[in-house]
């Protein structure tokens, strides 16, 4: 019986840690959240049903929330969810969001893991960690895929602990940012070093830019704030307002550019 593993991710964090999983449980498939949405009648999972995706706000990503909402669970065997999170006290919110959306649907969540990752949202106060530190946060991800993978190959349940579980979303908005973040790319701009590449239409997972003019724009549809499009952009000249302009970009060494282009919605 097959394996299957929904994942969404900007700069390849969450699907590293997918495909580490999905190499340690036998017959998995993985299958991109974004790309999928809107045919997603067409899915009907059986065995093992796992979502890999960030950790937004302390909660779940729209998409994700849109797609685990209308997925149909009803002949999976086990549920689980793997959430990547940047700063130490990043996680949270996740599991409880989780639970209610699949209580509603009238099934059950089995498992869930917290997996810390390289920070990469750059919006607020804080940058990308130190490259240094890249390196031990790569390998602690991975054996932590590990241990997840042989969780799901024995059915085991177990739920990782969170401080920020319930108190995390009421504190840091969660509510606001998912009633907003469609609309929330106002703030992207782009420099005059621009190429036209278009590089950063080809990894918005859900195709919210266009060119205009030779530049990049923002519709203002479904942008999901993952920064797929400034960090991963070869000139390094799409900023967010002006908070940007002096922080690094990051992308998951271990993901290729065309992996990150192939989650893109058609």
Request: some cysteine.
């Amino acid at each position: 019986m097959a394996n299957t593993i929904f994942y969404f991710t900007g700069t390849g964090n969450s699907l590293k840690v997918a495909k580490d999983i999905a190499a340690g449980v036998e017959n998995s498939n993985i299958i991109s959240m974004a790309t999928n949405l809107e045919n997603i009648s067409d899915f009907a999972p059986q065995g093992a049903v796992g979502f890999v995706f960030p950790v937004y706000y302390f909660g779940l990503p729209q998409i994700v929330r849109e797609f685990i909402s209308s997925v149909d669970l009803s002949h999976a065997s086990y549920i689980y969810i793997v959430c990547t999170y940047g700063k130490t006290l990043g996680n949270g919110g996740c599991i409880s969001q989780t639970r209610k959306i699949l209580k509603d649907k009238g099934v059950k969540l089995n498992s869930a893991f917290y997996v810390k990752s390289v920070d990469n949202f750059i919006l607020w106060t804080w940058d990308v960690p130190p490259a240094e530190r890249h390196t031990t946060l790569h390998e602690n991800a991975y054996k932590k895929a590990e241990y997840i993978a042989k969780a799901v190959s024995d059915r085991a349940e177990h739920f990782d602990r969170s401080l920020n579980e319930y108190t995390g979303p009421i504190l840091f908005g969660y509510n606001h940012f998912i009633e907003t973040v469609r609309t929330n790319d106002k703030a992207f701009n782009c420099s005059d070093k621009c190429t036209s590449c278009g590089l950063c239409t080809d990894v918005c997972p859900t195709g919210n830019i266009r060119f205009s003019d030779g530049y990049p724009t923002w519709k203002s549809e479904s942008c999901q704030r993952c920064l797929a499009c400034l960090h991963l952009c070869p000139m390094a000249c799409i900023q967010y307002g002006k908070i940007t302009t002096k922080r690094q970009r990051y992308k998951n060494p271990h993901i290729t550019l065309d992996e990150l282009k192939n989650q893109v919605k058609i």
